[in-house]
T-cell receptor, first 114, second 111 residues
C-alpha cells in the first residue's frame, strides 16, 4: 500500500517566490495534517483537515501561508511570498480519522529559500 | 511556549549499552504520550506509546517510563544497536487529535 506521498522532495527558491507543496494522503484516511520541522522548534503543527475541511489553522505562522484540500486525495500548502526563515522540512501526515489511529507521515519536502 | 520539551539535542551511546532519552511536559491534561523515530530523509514513524494510567510500557528493546508527578517520561533502549541511530521525538495529543511534538533528540549509537 502506498504511504503518504509528498512533492517536491526538495525545493530551492528565491525570496519572494511562491512555493507550493503537495500531499496525497493514504487512501481511506479522513484526517490530514501539515507539520513543519525546524532545528529549534522540532515538529510544529501548522494546520489540519478532517473530511477535507480545515479544522484548526492556528499554527499557520502568517498570512503568507495557506493550505487547501480540494478533495480527499490531495492537499496543498502554499507560501506566497516566501522568505528565508521559511526554510524547513514540511511534512504531511494522515490518519484514519480525527481521534483515533496512528499518524502516518510522508517523507517530507525540504524547502530552502535563498 | 512548548508544551513538550526535549532538552537534550543529542546523545551518543556505545553499541550494546542503554540509551535513555528524556522528555518533559507542562500540560497536566495530557493523558497519552508517544515516541516517534525519524531516519534522515524519511518521515517520522510511530515507535511506542504510554497511557497516563500506566507508569511503564515495554515493547522488545524499547521501554517507556512515565512519572506523572514530575511530568517526565523517558525512553529506554536496551541494548542499543547502530540501527537505532535516528532522531527521536516525544509527542502528546492536545484536544485528543492535535499531536504536539518536542524538538527531538538525535541518538548516535557507535559500533
Amino acid at each position: 500500500d502506498a504511504g503518504v506521498i509528498q512533492s517536491p522532495r526538495h525545493e530551492v527558491t528565491e525570496m519572494g517566490q511562491e512555493v507550493t507543496l503537495r500531499c496525497k494522503p493514504i487512501s481511506g484516511h479522513n484526517s490530514l495534517f501539515w507539520y513543519r520541522q525546524t532545528m529549534m522548534r522540532g515538529l510544529e503543527l501548522l494546520i489540519y483537515f478532517n473530511n477535507n475541511v480545515p479544522i484548526d489553522d492556528s499554527g499557520m505562522p502568517e498570512d503568507r501561508f495557506s493550505a487547501k484540500m480540494p478533495n480527499a486525495s490531495f492537499s496543498t500548502l502554499k507560501i506566497q511570498p516566501s522568505e528565508p526563515r521559511d526554510s524547513a522540512v514540511y511534512f504531511c501526515a494522515s490518519r484514519r480519522d480525527l481521534y483515533t489511529g496512528e499518524l502516518f507521515f510522508g517523507e517530507g519536502s525540504r524547502l530552502t529559500v535563498l | 511556549d512548548q508544551q513538550v520539551k526535549q532538552n537534550s539535542p543529542s546523545l551518543s551511546v556505545q553499541e550494546g549499552r542503554i540509551s535513555i532519552l528524556n522528555c518533559d511536559y507542562t500540560n497536566s491534561m495530557f493523558d497519552y504520550f508517544l515516541w516517534y523515530k525519524k531516519y534522515p530523509a524519511e518521515g517520522p514513524t510511530f515507535l511506542i506509546s504510554i497511557s497516563s494510567i500506566k507508569d511503564k510500557n515495554e515493547d522488545g528493546r524499547f521501554t517507556v517510563f512515565l512519572n506523572k508527578s514530575a511530568k517526565h517520561l523517558s525512553l529506554h533502549i536496551v541494548p542499543s544497536q547502530p540501527g537505532d541511530s535516528a532522531v527521536y521525538f516525544c509527542a502528546a495529543p492536545e484536544y485528543g487529535n492535535k499531536l504536539v511534538f518536542g524538538a527531538g533528540t538525535i541518538l548516535r549509537v557507535k559500533s
